[in-house]
């Protein structure tokens, strides 16, 4: 999965950070077997640990499960700023779009785009040395998503354009994924993948680790 052929910048420190599907059931302490969870972070951290490990990089997983944008920015001092990381990567969005789906008081409003502008710009003016690694919702049809597809797709597509944008505003790395996720389904049916068309199975997170490397090792922001 990795790119042996870069140096990975000395004692990097790199954040991963989301909601579950970055959460991963990690646990809250410091058991270095538990810590990141058995998410894409877990996969990512194992790669570059193991082909860098004279360059002793640090990985951090804050992914809380349940988190929407505005969730997220509400802990960023503590669990991002504080942190002084090197790298950022932030994977979220789909609970801001499930609240919206579910019809939940808490969806009331589309925050995905506002709470997003305030945490990066936040983040620019405190950490302007800090990379930024922006990666996008994604869902396939199957169980959570397929009674209201067609809202799902429209506020997810809404969603990716948007991190484009921001992508570019605000000097970030883009990573893709939804057009992953697609290719995928068509070697096997999207529960394979995203077992509620929403959460990844092994494989989607193999997936997401795979493209997420090829994409940040390519930028350069690593070396």
Known sequence: MGKEGFVLKKNCVILFQGDSIT?????????????????????????????????????????????????????????????????????????????????????????????????LTETREVMPEAKLVLCEPFILKTGATAARWEQWTELIAGYRKTLRELAERFDAVYVPLQDAFDAAEQ?????????????????????????????????GILD
């Open 187 to 219: 070697r096997r049916e999207a529960a394979y993948w995203l077992w509620d068309g929403v959460h990844p199975t092994a494989a989607g997170h193999h997936l997401i680790a795979q493209r997420w490397l090829e994409i940040v090792n390519k930028s």
């Open 23 to 119: 959460d991963g059931n990690r646990d809250r302490g410091s058991d270095p077997n538990h810590v990141l969870g058995h998410s894409y972070a877990y996969m990512i951290a194992g790669e570059l640990g193991h082909i860098h490990a004279e360059r002793q990089p640090t990985f951090l997983n804050r992914g809380i499960s349940g988190n929407r944008v505005s969730d997220l920015y509400a802990r960023w001092n503590e669990d991002a700023i504080s942190l002084k990381p090197d790298v950022i990567s932030i994977l979220i969005g789909v609970n801001d779009a499930w609240r919206i789906v579910s019809e939940e008081p808490s969806g009331a409003t589309d925050r995905f785009e506002r709470a997003y502008v305030h945490l």
